[in-house]
């Protein structure tokens, strides 16, 4: 100490801790968890001078042991290259040369690119990217690659012409995943014809084309027919012709043309085509030669599609009085021969014979007599 006097009085030794008066190291970075490739930004603003002043901030920013930024100020910045774990030393001096040290370890991350849609594989109606659908049906499909590292969702989007748009999001893709997207009946509301498509994502898009064919006419409503007995010439003798009359009616909406058939158990069958317009009815008669081997009873049914009239038939003896009195047989082409015709024709045959003779014998004398 300065002072006046010059003699030594005494002396005397202390010790003191350093520790009273030793600094603390401290210091921030930011951000905590950089990528690759980024600024890092470290404050020691926090650290203490222990009673004095920080004169000297000393960086070790690489874990070397050398120190790479010596500065008075707080404050540094720093950008890792790589990956991995980095040890951060700082050693803080203070105006009295006393040290204190902090070491922080930085976990630097891969530098991960944000998650990106790429579209690939477009396929129309199934045929690839120019396809044909039906109408009212029909699909698009496309392929979503996921080509960042992040995982995310795309939004999807299809435009055909120029008034239909539809939208789908996928489900969440990692990095380098894929997955794919359909649109289902795209022809929902298109007339038939060639339309330009497109299908897109925010930073990608494909374009393709489709045919909408023209619908076909799916087949019509079957014909409907109902049919019903007018009359039968039942009982009939052997040899004759049975007939059967039938009434046939369209209960449909348009002309179409019917087929009857005429079925007797053990008989035969015989079948006959008419035309009928919508609403209208018409009447048919079917014919069946019988032979003498054909006597008895038997069901007939008469049928028009779906509809069919039931009835029964008698084909009797010839000659057993069972019959029609006025029936007789059938000529070769089926017409009947009676016996009330034969006397018929009997009478007019003496008619005509009887009124040329007279006219050949008027010649004669009027006094001769004629022998009948």
Known sequence: MDSELTEVLDTRTTTVEAGD?????AFTSDPGAPVAGQSVVFNAENARGGGSDIVEYRWDLTGNGEFDEVSTTPVVGYTFETAGVQDVRLVVENEVGLTAEEVTQIVVQEDAAPAE???SLLTVGGEGPEGTVAAESGHVSVLVTNVGDETGSFQVELSIGLGISRTQTTSPIEGGAEQEVTFSDVATNLDPGLYSLDVSVENDSIPGEVTVEQEQAGPGPEPAFTVDLVETNSPVLAGESLTATVNVTNTGDSEETATVTLDVDALDSTTRSLTVGPGESATETLRLRTTAAD????NATADVGESETVFTVTVGESGDG????????????????????????????LLVGGTYYYVNRGDQSDDEMDPL
């Open 21 to 25: 008066n030793a600094p603390i190291a």
């Open 117 to 119: 849609a790429s579209l």
């Open 295 to 298: 006597i008895g009873e038997y």
């Open 322 to 349: 069972d019959g029609d009195p006025m029936n007789g047989t059938a000529d070769e082409d089926g017409t009947l021969v009676t016996p009330t015709l034969v006397f018929l024709l009997l009478v007019v045959l």
